[in-house]
């Protein structure tokens, strides 16, 4: 009787242990299996301005003065945003003192709740407003922009001028351009992107033809060096190539529109499919069917 009994406990703790050892290995398979983001890590642009790649969310960057650090958008998560800190404080002890958001997207703006809370958040007017909507949390909403901007705004930190631009709607209806024009160089958040269509996002009010406006006047900007949110440096002449091919889709769709095709056709000329929606999501507008929509309203 003692012996059965023990069988069974044998039994049991071998199923136990063949259960537990499954369950771990599963879980390590779902680690590996979801996506890590890259390291993040700051890396020099010229003199005290730095870009920040890696972790979750766009590109970002800061500025080191004399006497406080600005920081350009702010990472996705509260974890990202911490790692940029961290970053930071590697090469300074000064004070950060103000947070610059480019435009309202997630990607840019999420990771504010992990800044110390007396930073000073500026942004264009119309991304405020954008912010206002999506911060819900009363945690995030201690990270609304308290300086807001239309057109341009100049900011001075020890013996740095730090020109803010705002051109009009393009990839949204708030968009900056982050200049400092000792270095010439320009932030520009998600108003470029290379290697891929441009993204106007038609439910924030983007326009595809306000990016053309807007990159042209990025160009008349004495600069050399051009940090974006989801690439490498870019320089004058990818910025023209943009430039180029966007005015190639704009006039293509307009011929297209006057000979009298419909959307599907013109997608279809394209090459274009919509993607599937995601659950709970507004449908995303494509290029394509923004700068039709664009054309055919204006009428
Ligand atoms: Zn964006």
């Known amino acids: ?17 063949s259960f537990s050892l499954s369950s771990a290995a599963q879980q390590t398979k779902a680690q590996q299996s979801r996506p890590q983001p890259p390291p993040l890590k700051a890396h020099q642009v010229k003199g ?9 969310g766009a590109n970002t960057g800061f500025i080191i003065t004399e006497k406080e650090v600005l920081v350009i958008d702010a990472k996705m998560s509260e974890e990202s945003a911490k790692q940029m800190i961290a970053e930071i404080k590697k090469l ?61 705004l100049k900011l001075y930190s020890g013996n740095k001028t730090i020109k803010l631009f705002y051109f009009g709607p393009a990839h949204t209806s708030g968009d900056i351009v982050v200049y400092i024009p000792d270095e010439k160089v320009a932030f520009l958040g998600d108003l470029l992107f290379l290697g891929r269509d441009p993204l106007v996002h ?23 060096t051009f940090v974006h949110g989801h690439g490498d440096i870019a320089s004058k002449s990818d910025i023209e190539g943009v430039i180029k091919s966007l005015e190639d889709k ?6 297209l529109i006057k000979e009298g095709k419909s959307l599907d056709e013109i997608k279809k000329a394209f090459n274009v499919e919509d993607r599937p929606p995601l ?16 054309i055919t309203e204006k009428k």
């Not at 038609?202 to 050399?224: C, E, P, R, Y």
């Not at 659950?279 to 664009?294: D, F, S, T």
Request: hydrophobic content about 35%; aromatic content about 10%; cysteine-free.
């Open 92 to 152: 300074t002890s000064n004070p950060m003192k103000y947070v610059i958001i480019t435009h309202s997207d997630g990607d840019h703006i999420n990771g504010l709740v992990g800044f110390p809370p007396d930073v000073t958040v500026v942004s264009h007017h119309q991304t405020r407003k954008d912010m206002d909507e999506a911060f819900k949390e009363p945690k995030q909403r201690l990270y609304l922009p308290i300086l807001t901007f239309s057109k341009k």
């Open 250 to 255: 704009q006039l293509k769709i307009k011929t």
């Open 202 to 224: 038609k439910h924030k009010n983007g326009n595809s033809f306000g990016l053309v406006k807007t990159l042209k006047n990025i160009l008349k900007l004495d600069a050399d």
């Open 279 to 294: 659950p709970g999501r507004q449908r995303r507008i494509g290029l394509v069917e923004a700068i039709y929509l664009e």
């Open 1 to 17: 009787m003692k012996n059965t009994f023990r069988f069974y406990l044998l039994i049991l703790f071998v199923l136990f242990l």
């Open 48 to 56: 005290n301005i730095y870009e920040v790649k890696g972790g979750s």
